[in-house]
């Protein structure tokens, strides 16, 4: 059991489906403990909701580490939707109110991913979960970023631009408009249907459909792997999105060749026919990356976070 006393660090990401928060020993940046809860993605839940998940989720961490709740010495919050002003200061209000941190640092869900899996910090991060985005940031400090503009703008290269796309494949296969593919009745055995038809009365019958995608990406990558030719072009197709981002932001930057490129997300982290695919779509862009994978962006978090509470001071002018 850890001493009471010991100082500590917290590292936050908050995400559409989930929020991990991670304490950790404020002199080694060491992990202690994790909590986990539901998505605190402010594009997608309520404020108050989205709070209520973050608060959950540090609780967690604490009582993992069967210690008594108190304010740590530095927090990294990398909130998924907080990228105004206004919603920047809301957390902060909400930190302050809740005695969370004595020093906090908001990033951008991607700036965690970027801390994690590159070196020095200096890269491209890709994020293709439920959503995708892609932010860089080279060594004189100067960020940029492409993508994260939400379901109904973008998204493109997403889970969820991956299942849309695979409804289609679907319904143009049922209609005769498309060719003949195995994501058709993989659907409607996932969900419990009968026929092709039945995924209007389904689909349109919930409150909320992108609740039902979640699973269709994974699905559609399996089915490209066993050889199925429009989940092959339906991967290809998002691989080449998100390669287009990573390009528009390689190209803002000043950043070392080959490309240093961490990606994270359930979708790409899970699927190495995607990440081939993003790398051959760069490639035919002339971008050479050293890609490395991201299974858990939080540490990149505790890492900014034992940075702030070392007294980094170009902390606030990078990445916020």
Request: glycine share 10%; charged share 20%; aromatic share 4%.
């Amino acid at each position: 059991m850890p001493d009471q006393d010991i100082p500590l660090i917290l590292g936050v990401d908050g995400g559409a489906t989930k929020t991990i928060a991670i304490l950790a020993d404020a002199r080694t940046g060491t992990p202690i403990a994790q909590g986990r809860s539901r998505g605190s993605n402010f594009h997608a839940h309520a404020p108050h909701a989205a709070l209520a998940e973050l608060d959950a989720a540090i609780a967690k961490a604490f009582a993992q580490a069967n210690l008594e709740r108190t304010s740590v010495i530095a927090a990294c919050m990398g909130v998924a939707g907080v990228s105004r002003v206004e919603d920047e200061v809301m957390v902060r209000d909400w930190v302050r109110e809740r005695r969370i941190a004595d020093q906090l640092l908001i990033a951008n869900d991607g700036w965690l991913v970027i801390s994690a899996g590159t070196p020095n910090g200096v890269g491209v991060g890709l994020i293709c979960g439920t959503g995708s985005i892609a932010v860089g940031r080279d060594s004189n400090a100067k960020t940029c970023r492409a993508g994260g503009w939400g379901y109904l703008i973008g998204d493109e290269g997403s889970g969820y631009d991956v299942a849309v796309m695979a409804l289609r494949a679907a319904s143009h296969a049922a209609d005769g408009r498309g060719p003949h593919t195995k994501i058709l009745p993989a659907l409607l055995r996932h969900w419990n249907l009968v026929e092709p038809a039945d995924l209007i009365t389904f689909l349109y019958g919930v409150a909320d459909p992108r609740t039902q995608l979640v699973d269709v990406g994974p699905l559609v990558v399996t089915l490209a792997n066993e050889g199925d030719a429009v989940a092959q072009s339906i991967v290809a197709c998002a691989a080449g999105e998100l390669a287009k981002m990573v390009h528009a932001v390689s190209i803002s930057l000043d950043l070392p060749r080959p490309l240093p490129l961490a990606v994270a997300g359930s979708m790409i982290v899970q699927s190495e026919i995607l990440q081939h695919g993003l790398i051959k779509s760069l490639q035919d862009q002339n971008l050479l990356v050293a890609l490395s994978v991201v299974p858990d962006p939080t540490i990149g978090a505790v890492r900014l976070a034992h940075r702030l509470s070392l007294g980094d001071a170009h902390l606030g002018s990078e990445w916020m």
